[in-house]
């Protein structure tokens, strides 16, 4: 009987422990310097380069020090064209796009990016004409992680800028210049 009533007892502790938990709380917020810089690209930024062939634009930013290419963390997120900065789409990706009147493949628009410290350099590439650059601003939130541990990045949707935002602390800048 004794071990019928510690069976129960250690039951339900064990579910009243359980049922607290949230799967907010298991993320873990760390307490780490992350900034995140707003940049607006111009169409006349971009400039051509023949020998990969792509259009890229680069970007002077000295918080992207060695240290951080190192041990931390660089992304850069791209305001969704027409969203009037409401979503922001981690790069780098790969946009598709069909004829409207067969719906064959069509063209293809891969956005990416390096680092190197103190720049970074923006690439587009379309598929159908290399020496195309975007037509309109690109908007970009560029952020900057120092010390991130490797090890907890499956516990992050880094898809999510607000996700990252919140769980990093993240301190939002004015736009870099």
């Not at 009147?101 to 680092?115: L, R, V």
Request: charged fraction near 25%.
């Amino acid at each position: 009987m004794k071990k019928l009533l510690y069976t129960a007892l250690i039951t339900v502790v064990f579910t009243v422990f359980m049922s607290s938990c949230s799967e907010e709380n298991y993320y873990e917020t760390y307490d780490v310097d992350a900034i995140s810089e707003f940049v607006v690209l111009k169409p006349s930024n971009w400039q051509y380069d023949a020998n990969i062939p792509k259009m890229f634009a680069t970007i002077s930013n000295p918080n992207i020090t060695q240290n951080v290419i190192d041990r931390g963390l660089v992304l850069v997120y791209m305001a969704e064209y027409g969203t009037t900065r409401n979503s922001w789409q981690l790069i780098p990706r790969t946009e598709i796009y069909f004829d409207k009147s067969d719906g064959s493949f069509d063209y293809s628009i891969e956005w990416g990016y390096w680092m190197e410290p103190g720049y970074l350099e923006i690439e587009y590439i379309h598929s159908k004409d290399f020496g195309l650059s975007p037509e309109f601003d690109v908007e970009l939130k560029i952020v900057i992680i120092t010390d991130f541990d490797s090890g907890i990045q499956n516990n992050y949707n880094f898809e999510n800028y607000d996700e990252v935002v919140k769980n990093f602390n993240v301190q939002e800048l004015k736009e870099l210049k």
